[in-house]
């Protein structure tokens, strides 16, 4: 789990009903308490910034993090970006960045930003395949990781085609291929043949081996 890097980009990736997003629950509670990763790697203690439109927040993601022991103190869930007349908009990446730059700023103390899921965090004006298009959102969302110092963990699925034998799975990430790219490590979620439980391997990464494999479980 060191191969999730602060100040980069880190994309998980993978098809549904795997618990990619149990699995950023269980991270963020570890982050807010400090202590180790399950592969014995050190997780420092820090706040976490949670952005999800996947699931309902006070039925869902607080329930989950109170099962995984998290310190809802350090964990800072984003509910909506206000509009004109006090509205409340969903926050898309292309339109809102300087909401995050500002919760960031004012508070040091974040390692972590997570966004579940990438996509439905870009508004409709980004053509979400076209790697121009994607580089206009993803460059200043580097921009961003890199001026505060955050792991950016973000869930995204994957194509339905499937790779071929030797072919690298990053491939099969949901729209341009810009999206992987700008990630500094990949990791794709997929079933354990052996067991069928969900296991994360490390598909791309800039600074570590190709090819960590962590097995997780949900419930």
Known sequence: MSSLLR????IIAGDPGLGKSMLLIAMAAR????GDWPDGSPCKQCSVLYSTTEDGIADTVVPRLIA?????ERVHIVEGVKGRNDSELPLFLNEHLIYL???????????????DTLQSHIGSAVATNN??????VMT???R???KHHVAVLCIEHLTKSKTMSGEN???RVQGSIAFAGAARSVWIVAKDQEDMGPLAISSQTVVNSEGAVTGYGTR
């Open 7 to 10: 100040g980069h980009i880190n």
């Open 31 to 34: 982050a807010s308490r400090g």
């Open 68 to 72: 995984a022991d998290a310190d809802l």
């Open 101 to 115: 730059d500002e919760m960031l700023t004012a508070n040091p103390e974040i390692g972590i930003l997570i966004i």
């Open 131 to 136: 790697n121009s298009s994607v580089r206009g």
């Open 140 to 142: 200043p969302l580097k």
């Open 144 to 146: 961003l990781a890199e």
């Open 169 to 171: 799975a990053t491939y």
